[in-house]
């Protein structure tokens, strides 16, 4: 049994609780045992953990750190009742009623005629909160399940601590000024809330310089100080390590696997990091920073989140159970400018045939779907053949996370909403479509079709919304009918096979192909006609079609996007109706 005495920032108690357990979590989120509230908590802070020689706490809170007796630790133990732990504005002091009791009852100790009376500790409530003046509120819940994979890195009173390495010794004072940091902001209360970006960043830069200052002579000659303050910087206001990564427009993409292992895209090629966090409680910390201010959560109940940066960034989260050897995190960037049909030529992803081709079908109210795996650069693409739809019409993109930036000035852009935390409020990507549908729609896109939301795509393309856009994960344009059929499926409409297919084939008239090739290009490999249907299948047939024709030096591919020969059949009605094509696209090769 601990006796766990709680303490805000000016000194006054705000409740004294007991834990049964060996085991008394701490922390913001509401699976710990004590529950505190804060932005300077993180959501699994510390633990005390009952060993054979007493109480111990255990930072968990990476980069924002636990006080005990005003220095920051990692694992400090025995605790006595005078020792004061600090986390966020609370003060904690434990006592062990078993240690004193085996104590008293080695020592006895004359009572006289008196009786001793004891008073039983008030038992934890499901919400206590602190008093008005602190910003902070806390709670005691269930205790959660002890972790086992984190190492034992105990710090006993008596013990000299072991020589750290440089590496170490940055990430030491790294915690120590950070600490520091957030001690010198409580004091001046400043309300964070009403700073913008700018303004924080400025505040932060000038405490954080101070506080190097004043500790110069504290700090090893050989730590770099300017490195020292952009770290500790980018972990108060950013994202830590990462802060680099997302501002080099070289990088596409961040994947952080454990702390220790982070790999990036430049390129078109995945390279290995040697940037590395302290810890993989920092990486947590990290994730929290980014899911904390959009509403969500994730901790062990909900240990996946997908979220989005202030840029326009994707970003996914998983963490333990499910992720085995730590948080991973992977940021896909937002570019900051919408590629252009130059910048494709210059990429090699298309030729100036196929972008014609392509511009007259979009301009002719087309269904074009963009198929192609992950990374292959569909979003990129389906971006670019918006772009092509007229001014005069009122576009209704409807995305599982905004990305889409279109320059049209009638645009409505619809974004679908996960569940919040009691697990409601849902809006699924299949309602927007739906409602789009009554918001009078000149042209519908649709970031990804995943599921049900195929088939009221295919009966808007049916029912007089030509021109819609979407994307697709398929292999071959052979393959997007069948993934378009099981998503049909996916919607819960027991229709037969034969409807669904003459839905899709009335539906769809182009497919664009993109794939990603080994030096990490993106390139168009088919471009293909649905003709109709005939005896139950779906008729095909390529335009254009990309043959590789080896490496170059640099291993780079090389290539011919070649036109098959074949017209599609509206160009011969818009010849039939009078107007002008260019036929000689569908006769010339084009190297990519």
């Known amino acids: 049994m601990l006796n766990i005495r709680v303490k805000d920032s000016k000194g006054n108690e705000l409740d ?36 054979s020689d007493g109480i111990y706490v255990v930072d968990r809170s990476g980069a924002i750190g636990t006080l005990v007796n005003g220095d920051p630790v990692e694992t400090f133990g025995p605790l006595a009742p005078s020792d004061m732990i600090a986390i966020g504005n609370y003060s904690l002091s434990v006592e062990d009623p078993e240690a004193l009791s085996s104590a008293s009852a080695q020592t006895p100790v004359d009572m006289g005629d008196e009786s001793l009376s004891t008073k039983p500790m008030p038992q934890p409530q499901a919400d206590v909160s602190a008093p008005q003046q602190s910003e902070d509120t806390f709670e005691p819940v269930t205790p959660a399940i002890p972790r086992h994979d984190q190492t034992d890195k105990t710090q006993h009173k008596p013990a000299a601590q072991d020589e750290p390495s440089a590496t170490d010794a940055r990430f030491v004072w790294h915690k120590r000024i950070h600490a520091r940091l957030m001690e010198a902001m409580d004091i001046r209360r400043t309300d964070v809330e009403s700073l913008d970006d700018t303004q924080l960043t400025e505040l932060v830069q000038g405490l954080i310089q101070g506080i190097i200052e004043e500790m110069d002579a504290e700090l090893p000659a050989h730590l770099q100080r300017e490195r020292l303050a952009k770290e500790v910087l980018d972990e108060a206001v950013g994202l830590g390590p990462l802060e680099d990564f997302l501002a080099d427009d070289s990088i596409t993409e961040i994947m952080v696997n454990q702390y220790d292992k982070i790999y990036y895209e430049a390129g078109g090629k995945l390279h290995n990091s040697d940037v590395t966090f302290s810890s993989n409680a920092a990486v947590l910390a990290v994730i929290e920073r980014i899911v904390s201010p959009l509403g969500r959560r994730i ?3 909900s240990p996946m989140v997908d979220a989005r940066l202030k840029d326009g960034s994707r970003v996914n989260a998983i963490i333990p159970p499910l992720a085995i050897k730590g948080p991973c995190l992977t940021i896909r960037k937002f570019s900051q400018k919408n590629l252009s049909v130059d910048d494709l030529y210059r990429y090699g992803s298309i030729s100036p045939g196929v972008v014609q081709f392509l511009q007259n079908a979009v301009k002719n109210r087309k269904n074009i779907i963009i ?58 990507i299949r309602d927007l479509v739906k409602n789009c549908l009554r918001m009078r729609p000149d042209r519908i896109v649709v970031g990804e079709c995943r599921g049900g939301e195929a088939l009221d795509m295919l009966q808007a393309m049916n029912t007089g919304h030509d021109g819609s856009l979407t994307t697709v994960h398929a292999n071959s344009p052979r393959d997007v009918i069948s993934r378009l059929e099981v998503m049909v499926m996916m919607a819960g409409t027991e229709l037969p096979d034969k409807a669904i297919l003459e839905q899709i084939s009335s539906a769809v008239d182009i497919i664009v192909q993109q794939s990603r090739f080994s030096d990490g290009s993106r390139k168009i490999t088919h471009v293909t006609e649905v003709t109709g249907m005939e005896s139950g299948v779906v008729q095909m047939q390529n335009l254009f079609t990309f043959k590789q024709s080896g490496l170059d030096a640099n291993g780079k591919v090389l290539g011919t996007l070649k036109p098959t020969g074949r017209v599609p059949e509206f160009y011969e009605d818009l010849r039939q109706r009078g107007l002008q094509v260019d036929m000689s696209i569908f006769e010339q090769d084009y190297d990519v």
Not at 19 to 39: P, V, Y
Request: contains cysteine.
């Open 16 to 51: 004294c609780v007991e834990c049964a357990e060996d085991l008394c979590t701490i922390g913001r989120s509401g699976k710990n045992f004590l529950q505190l509230k804060g932005w300077r908590i993180a959501g699994s802070h510390a633990q005390l953990e009952r060993r």
């Open 299 to 301: 901790d062990e109940s």
């Open 371 to 428: 198929s192609g795996g992950t990374g292959s650069g569909k979003t990129t693409f389906l971006n670019l053949l918006a772009s092509f739809v007229p001014h005069d019409e009122r576009i209704v993109t409807v995305e599982d996370s905004a990305e889409l930036r279109l320059e049209q000035p009638h645009v409505v852009s619809l974004e679908a909403r996960p569940a919040n935390m009691e697990g409601k409020g849902a809006v699924a």
